[in-house]
């Protein structure tokens, strides 16, 4: 594999360099410089929360844990990269650079974070300089110039060979840990124990995950972003739905699962319905389709489920009119995905910026642009029984169409989401994720 990314390092650099000039010459800059950031402190206190690295640093490098480091680049000229070695014997010293990255790059080693200042371009007033304000050296505050911002993240949405095999790497570690966490629900684990049997499989410590593990057996299931991890294992474990990712060189993948155990046949049937809906837009992940259409389209394909499956009375596309649709699959189809696992740029009109308007009644949804080859989107359809909306839509005219007899014993096992990554390609999507799951 780093073989592999080696090859394809150098055009991902070229692309970069690219896109950095058209960036550069449109908001009337002469360098790009990048702070890969500095951790931040919890307050009153000497501990630093995680540090994650500025997005737009790791773009360019497969280096995550450098805080105090900087990437300069003017162009026509080498990338340089300016690298905090500190000297402490308090703290791990970030490794000397190496690997195939290397020698594309000018490097300056420094041990005091300020030092950075005597290798960043003279002419302040000239730089575009992205990052977070505690990066702020004297002299180089992080201006982060909106016109530059919107032509680099729009562009980001474009994926590189060597950024979709980063993709592919990440879905392959997500999808072994996936398997693990499905034996240890068949086990009867508690959440909290099926959360350790992933992160054994991912290898991989929570800080460096992507996002934390959602792990939610039975009822828990109906929180879109349960986190917590109980320790006991409740008496039956009949449904587990599991959101777990993975990172590689700081490239996400997000991953969702639902399971239903042996007994629950009837669960089961649900999880199969919603499956062979979430393949059906997969499929669609084609040069052409609006993100916004097709989620709107996954509205119908889950309402109609709802319909053949006796949960709802109504038709359905009264369902989707009347909002019915959105108390039980109520959040967005999916989002791009990248180096951050809500990847930037899911709205913007085009490279200059604006905003492409969520379908009204869709709050949720992360992605609204029309989809084209080297997009690499997350497609996560779900169906959920969510004590809070349900109650809503009692009060509703729309409740008397609704078999609550059916959805109150549904309730037991909480919901389901299926969540894939998903790249569109010039001709048939490639899903990272089941591709991942059918080598494993
Ligand atoms: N894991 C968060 C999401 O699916 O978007
Ligand atoms: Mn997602
Ligand atoms: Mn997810």
């Known amino acids: 594999m780093t073989d592999l990314l080696a090859k394809l390092y150098p055009a991902h650099l070229a692309t970069l360099k690219q896109r950095s000039d058209a960036a550069l010459a449109r908001s009337g800059h002469d360098h790009l410089v990048i702070a890969a950031g500095r951790p931040r402190m919890q307050f009153l206190d000497d501990r630093p929360y995680p540090f994650a690295v500025n997005p737009h640093f790791k773009h360019w490098l497969p280096v995550t844990r450098a805080p105090g480091s900087w990437i300069v680049y003017t162009p026509g000229q080498r990338p340089k990269l300016v690298y905090l070695q ?216 889950l309402a109609g489920i709802l319909r053949d499956q006796g949960f709802i009375r109504m038709s359905a596309e009264a369902a989707v009119a009347s909002g019915v649709s959105s108390v039980f699959f109520p959040h967005g189809l999916g989002h791009p995905i990248g180096l951050q696992v809500h990847d930037v740029g899911g709205f913007q009109k085009d490279e200059s910026g604006g905003t492409i308007a969520k379908p009204p009644g869709h709050p949720y949804l992360r992605m609204t642009r029309t989809l084209e080859p080297r997009m690499v989107v997350t497609i996560e359809p779900g169906l959920y029984f969510i004590d809070l909306l349900l109650a809503e839509l009692k009060a509703k005219p729309e409740a008397r169409d609704i078999a609550w007899d059916k959805v109150e014993h549904f309730r037991q096992y909480g919901g389901i989401r299926i969540e894939d990554d998903v790249a569109c390609t010039d001709s048939a999507p490639e899903n990272l994720t089941r591709e991942a799951f059918a080598a494993a």
């Open 86 to 301: 500190p000297h402490d014997y308090w703290h791990v010293v970030p490794d000397a650079p190496a690997g195939y990255w290397v020698e594309h790059f000018d490097i300056a080693i420094i041990r005091d974070a300020d030092e950075a200042k005597a290798h960043l371009p003279k002419d302040t007033a000239r730089c575009a300089i992205i990052g977070e304000d505690n990066a702020a050296l004297a002299g180089y505050v992080p201006n982060n110039p909106q016109v530059a911002l919107n032509y680099l993240h729009w562009h980001r949405a474009y994926k590189t060979d060597y950024e979709l095999g980063m993709l592919r790497v990440a879905s392959k570690l997500g999808v072994r840990a996936h398997r693990a966490a499905e034996a240890a629900f068949r086990n009867g684990a508690s959440e909290y124990d099926i959360n350790t049997a992933y992160l054994n499989a991912v290898h991989e410590t929570e800080n460096e995950l992507p996002y934390s593990n959602i792990i939610a057996l039975n009822q828990h299931g109906a929180v879109l972003h349960y986190t917590d991890l109980n320790r006991a294992p409740p008496t039956h474990s009949n449904s587990l739905v599991i959101d777990a990712g993975a990172s590689f060189h700081g490239y996400a993948a997000d991953i969702t699962r639902s399971y239903a155990s042996k007994q629950a046949s009837e669960f089961q049937a649900l999880v199969d319905a919603v499956d062979s809906a979430q393949k059906g837009f997969v499929e669609k992940v084609q040069n052409g389709t609006n993100y916004a259409d097709l989620h709107v389209r996954a509205h119908h394909v």
